[in-house]
């Protein structure tokens, strides 16, 4: 079995979990222009951007060997559910052949979770899975500790691109972990890379925090959020982004135990339960809420980012002068498709920039 899976983030975890159970992996490229025409071409016209961009993604995994596309389901009123389907009928339609095992939620059906678990184990033990699971586990924590430190440091290097290209280093690092000493000794060694990094100084009153929201793949992909977060570095913004693998993994293993549920996301989504009180699936909740979380830890701003054609950011789009208004933070929204311009954007976002600047200079003052 040759398997591959749709390219989000640091794919470098997802590639050592499924070789850690013995998988032939296949890692898709990085989604280009190449990978979006694919994907515009044979996607239906009206869908949403990520399922788009997945779609070339397959196709390029395809063609670079992979039969099997491993990848999580979805449920609730948005079509994240259906992705599996659609892609499905585009791949078979279209004459690419390869299998799917999807990953629902355990607590929606634990036998399909189990049956799809035992063919992407195949041989592996069940010792060595959970010893595979740990091990991945922990290095999602570590990279997402790194990944914090990086968009951080980035806004304030010397030397325009050290930090990402030093981050790229650090996912080759961790590529060749296989063990949880492996992974202690990159983290170190990613710790030693980090510090070399030359920094200005600048001011706590002076330094600048936004924070990204949306919806979870174009929020965690910067090939297709057009780098957004190392635009903000380089204009000398420190950036958190509403979602991280290890959040993620931990809310959605505890969703349905709220009494052992103590998660920062729990509470997020309570505060977005505030100004949407029903689940309309997708990551509309956490965008509101994080939106509210940022204010109340400080940031200057929040960029909002919304796949064109997605309903559930669209609502938050609608929600957010309301937000924005009653708790003065400014919140620019963005939506991206495969006709965003980097030029446009960047006009926009350097625009927003210079606002919030002005506004932190007026509050000092
Ligand atoms: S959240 Fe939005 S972009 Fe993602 S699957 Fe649902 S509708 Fe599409």
């Not at 996912?171 to 510090?195: G, H, N, P």
Request: aromatic content about 10%; glycine content about 6%.
């Amino acid at each position: 079995m040759k398997v591959a899976f749709p390219y989000m983030g640091t794919t470098v975890i997802y590639k050592k979990l499924l070789e850690l159970l013995g998988n032939q992996v296949v890692t898709p490229p990085k989604p280009s222009q190449r990978t979006i025409d694919l994907g515009v071409k044979y996607s239906p016209e009206f869908a949403c951007f990520p399922l788009k961009v997945i779609t070339g993604s397959y196709i390029e995994a395809i063609e670079k060997g992979a039969d099997t596309l491993v990848t999580s389901g979805g449920n609730g009123p948005c079509r994240a559910g259906f992705y599996e389907k659609v892609h499905r009928r585009i791949l078979e339609e279209e004459g690419f052949d390869a299998d799917f095992i999807v990953f629902n939620s355990p607590y929606l059906d634990w036998n399909n979770f189990i049956k799809n678990a035992k063919k992407i184990k195949g041989d592996t033990s069940v010792f060595k899975v959970v010893s595979s699971l740990k091990t991945v586990f922990y290095m999602i924590k570590k990279l997402d500790d790194l990944e914090k430190r990086v968009q951080k440091i980035r806004a304030y290097e010397v030397t325009k691109g050290q930090t990402t290209k030093v981050w790229e280093d650090i996912q080759s690092i961790f590529d060749k972990a296989y063990t949880k000493k492996e992974v202690q000794r990159a983290y170190i060694e990613s710790m030693v890379l980090l510090d070399k990094i030359k920094t200005k100084e600048v001011k706590e009153d002076k330094r600048l925090r936004i924070g990204i929201v949306g919806e979870i793949y174009v929020v965690m992909e910067p090939t297709i959020n057009i780098k957004m977060e190392e635009m903000l570095g380089n204009l000398g913004v420190e950036v958190e982004r509403s979602q991280y693998l290890y959040d993620w993994v931990c809310y959605s293993t505890l969703s349905k135990m709220p009494l052992i549920n103590k998660t920062h996301e729990k509470k997020i989504v309570e505060l977005g339960e505030e100004y949407i009180p029903i689940n309309i699936g997708g990551h509309a909740r956490q965008s509101v809420g994080h939106i509210v979380d940022y204010h109340n830890r400080g940031f200057d701003g929040v960029i909002h980012l919304m796949p064109f054609g997605c309903l559930p950011e669209l609502v938050t789009q609608s929600i957010i002068p309301k937000i924005s208004n009653e708790l003065d933070i400014p919140v620019l929204s963005l939506s991206l498709d495969e006709q965003t311009g980097v030029a446009n954007t960047l006009t926009r976002v350097e625009a927003f920039v210079d606002l919030i600047k002005g506004k932190k200079r007026k509050k000092i003052s």
